[in-house]
Nanobody, 124 residues
Framework: QVQLVESGGGLVQAGGSLRLSCAAS????????MGWFRQAPGKEREFVAA????????DYAASVTGRFTISRDNAKNTVSLQMNSLKPEDTAIYYC?????????????????WGQGTQVTVSS
């Protein structure tokens, strides 16, 4: 049983920054990787970024490369997403997810645990 809780969402102007955090807890917590996904109204859920829990290796969607940075604190079981140079098209609900087993880190269906999401809104 793993619980993921996102925080840090809000309303910002285009070009601004926002930092999201995800705290993981629960009985016998174990994770191969953690990732961030987002879903805008009327659109498919899409991969944003992922990080290997133990070694810190990262992957990013092309749309956010150079603007977003994912990081983790292994001791605190926390993963963060620093978002800079935000654009209106970044507006979405952002979800934290945990992946228990090796495999593709960019496919949402391979993640076993999900947070409830946090809203990010970027105004023009």
């Amino acid at each position: 049983q793993v619980q993921l809780v996102e925080s840090g969402g809000g309303l910002v102007q285009a070009g601004g920054s926002l930092r999201l955090s995800c705290a993981a807890s629960g009985r016998t917590f174990s994770s191969y990787a953690m990732g961030w996904f987002r879903q805008a109204p009327g659109k498919e859920r899409e991969f944003v970024a992922a990080i290997n829990w133990s070694n810190g290796r990262t992957d990013y969607a092309a749309s956010v490369t150079g603007r977003f940075t994912i990081s983790r604190d292994n001791a605190k079981n926390t993963v963060s997403l620093q978002m800079n140079s935000l654009k209106p098209e970044d507006t979405a609900i952002y979800y934290c997810a945990a992946k228990r087993f090796p495999g593709s880190t960019t496919t949402s269906g391979t993640y076993g645990y999900w947070g409830q999401g946090t809203q990010v809104t970027v105004s023009s």
